[in-house]
């Protein structure tokens, strides 16, 4: 029975081709916008999956100063005297390392940023990129391999080396295309470094920064050479510490350790604050995973509106075949027709129609979605799941059912006389 509603519902259609195209383009762009729109929001999500992962493999860090958006303070917390936040420095990185200290640690990563405020230069060519200090650690923390040449030394940051580990961004603008970068000279705030290593290119992040864009130098050579880090306590300043744990598992006893240690280091006393923020991936992750949700699910609202719009012609259309066909509804009654076949038949006709441009609807969103990185460089990427799909489907198919119950019943209710006596 369903089968043949389906026959009949195939020629009722085709037999207005124009009405019914126009009829099913709400659902066409509403399945469209919708299956476009969710994947603007998953290719958000996996850009920053991809850029959290960058990082490395089961990381913290920690930085001077509070700032951790990830655990608002609370009216209690508020109440804690708080005093001026005091730097990390280099003595702060060896107490961590050291595993009476911080247990489940792999291994420690200073870092400083250098702020010159001046380009990289290389002849006529110049880049303003991100300088940073960093140890021979840095490569496994931060996973930072370089692909050519090689990385930076503990002999190159004993002796405070002017060498440099660039990214693939750097190369691309200070190089032509034949040029081998390895030993080439580059200016930093117009002191020379010799070009060593090129990091394995990585992309940009989910918040539209290039980690491409950045060149690494010797730690000790960006505190006293390149920049002016100062001391703290007899020991050099760094910008930040990063911690490689064993496993996921071992990361929160390994905040409640540094924690302690950094409260007894900076002489903390009960009631203070305290003056450093510890940052884990897995927070990173999960921050990122309801971000993208909310706007996931905000974008696929929006492109819901163009649903319900089309469902509304879905409806006015039934409507209105109701109404031409009610002498054949008169005559298929008088022949024998029951209530619920005519039922059935302008439900299965609505849902024809709905999935009918549905289909035609994901064609439309998957060419979008494929198209828009093309129109727009900068946006990012779009990541079209089976998931969207079958959404927009089943939204489209219950779109149908919904609206087109009340035009079925209303041709189910009229009487056979009244039908065949209709002009």
Same mark, same amino acid.
Do not use: C
């Given at each position: $029975?369903i089968w043949e509603s389906t026959i009949i519902a195939l020629r009722a259609l085709t037999s207005n081709k124009l009405r019914t195209l126009l009829t099913m383009?709400?659902?066409?762009?509403?399945?469209?916008?919708?299956?476009?729109?969710?994947?603007?929001?998953?290719?958000?999500?996996?850009?920053?999956?991809?850029?959290?992962?960058?990082?490395?493999?089961?990381?913290?860090?920690?930085?001077?100063?509070?700032?951790?958006?990830?655990?608002?303070?609370?009216?209690?917390?508020?109440?804690?005297?708080?005093?001026?936040?005091?730097?990390?420095?280099?003595?702060?990185?060896?107490?961590?390392?050291?595993?009476?200290?911080?247990?489940?640690?792999?291994?420690?990563?200073?870092?400083?940023?250098?702020?010159?405020?001046?380009?990289?230069?290389?002849?006529?060519?110049?880049?303003?990129?991100?300088?940073?200090?960093?140890?021979?650690?840095?490569?496994?923390?931060?996973?930072?391999? @370089?692909?050519?040449?090689?990385?930076?030394?503990?002999?190159?940051?004993?002796?405070?080396?002017?060498?440099?580990?660039?990214?693939?961004?750097?190369?691309? /603008?200070?190089?032509?295309?034949?040029?081998?970068?390895?030993?080439?000279?580059?200016?930093?705030?117009?002191?020379?470094?010799?070009?060593?290593?090129?990091?394995? /290119?990585?992309?940009?992040?989910?918040?539209?920064?290039?980690?491409?864009?950045?060149?690494?130098?010797?730690?000790?050579?960006?505190?006293?050479?390149?920049?002016?880090?100062?001391?703290?306590?007899?020991?050099?300043?760094?910008?930040?510490?990063? $911690?490689? @744990?064993?496993?996921?598992?071992?990361?929160? @006893?390994?905040?409640?350790?540094?924690?302690?240690?950094?409260?007894?280091?900076?002489?903390?006393?009960?009631?203070?604050?305290?003056?450093?923020?510890?940052?884990?991936?897995?927070?990173?992750?999960?921050?990122?995973?309801?971000?993208?949700?909310?706007?996931? @699910?905000?974008?696929?609202?929006?492109?819901?509106?163009?649903?319900?719009v089309g469902g509304i012609g879905i409806m006015n259309i039934m409507l209105v075949s109701v109404t031409e066909r009610t002498r054949e509804i008169g005559i298929?009654?008088?022949?024998?027709?029951?209530?619920?076949?005519?039922?059935?038949?302008?439900?299965? /006709?609505?849902?024809?129609?709905?999935?009918?441009?549905?289909?035609?609807?994901?064609?439309?969103?998957?060419?979008?979605?494929?198209?828009?990185?093309?129109?727009?460089?900068?946006?990012?990427?779009?990541?079209?799941?089976?998931?969207?799909?079958?959404?927009?489907?089943?939204?489209?198919?219950?779109?149908?059912?919904?609206?087109?119950?009340?035009?079925?019943?209303?041709?189910?209710?009229?009487?056979?006389?009244?039908?065949?006596?209709?002009?």
């Amino acid at each position: $029975m369903i089968w043949e509603s389906t026959i009949i519902a195939l020629r009722a259609l085709t037999s207005n081709k124009l009405r019914t195209l126009l009829t099913m383009l709400g659902i066409i762009i509403g399945v469209g916008a919708v299956i476009a729109l969710i994947s603007i929001g998953n290719g958000f999500r996996e850009q920053l999956n991809e850029s959290f992962n960058s990082l490395g493999t089961n990381v913290l860090w920690i930085q001077s100063g509070r700032f951790n958006i990830f655990e608002p303070q609370s009216a209690a917390s508020q109440s804690v005297r708080q005093r001026p936040p005091e730097p990390l420095t280099m003595a702060d990185a060896a107490a961590i390392a050291d595993p009476l200290n911080v247990a489940n640690v792999v291994a420690v990563a200073p870092e400083y940023s250098v702020n010159t405020g001046a380009p990289v230069v290389r002849g006529q060519n110049q880049l303003n990129s991100d300088i940073s200090g960093v140890t021979p650690e840095y490569e496994t923390v931060r996973n930072a391999r @370089a692909v050519l040449g090689q990385f930076i030394s503990a002999e190159q940051v004993e002796r405070r080396a002017r060498v440099a580990v660039v990214g693939q961004t750097v190369v691309d /603008e200070l190089f032509e295309p034949y040029e081998y970068p390895i030993g080439e000279t580059i200016r930093l705030g117009g002191v020379p470094f010799e070009i060593i290593g090129v990091l394995e /290119e990585k992309g940009q992040t989910g918040f539209g920064a290039n980690e491409d864009n950045t060149v690494l130098i010797p730690i000790s050579t960006a505190q006293t050479r390149l920049g002016k880090a100062g001391s703290h306590r007899g020991s050099l300043v760094v910008s930040a510490i990063f $911690m490689q @744990a064993v496993d996921q598992g071992k990361m929160e @006893a390994i905040t409640t350790d540094l924690t302690a240690l950094m409260r007894e280091r900076h002489r903390l006393v009960f009631d203070e604050t305290d003056d450093f923020t510890i940052t884990s991936q897995a927070q990173l992750l999960q921050f990122g995973a309801t971000i993208t949700a909310g706007l996931t @699910a905000f974008l696929g609202s929006i492109a819901g509106v163009s649903l319900l719009v089309g469902g509304i012609g879905i409806m006015n259309i039934m409507l209105v075949s109701v109404t031409e066909r009610t002498r054949e509804i008169g005559i298929r009654k008088a022949v024998g027709a029951r209530r619920r076949d005519i039922l059935l038949q302008f439900i299965v /006709e609505a849902m024809v129609l709905s999935l009918f441009g549905g289909f035609l609807g994901i064609g439309l969103g998957y060419a979008v979605s494929l198209g828009l990185p093309a129109l727009i460089p900068n946006m990012g990427k779009t990541v079209v799941t089976l998931d969207s799909v079958l959404l927009a489907t089943s939204f489209a198919a219950a779109i149908g059912l919904f609206f087109g119950v009340y035009p079925a019943t209303r041709a189910a209710r009229l009487k056979p006389i009244d039908a065949l006596r209709y002009e």
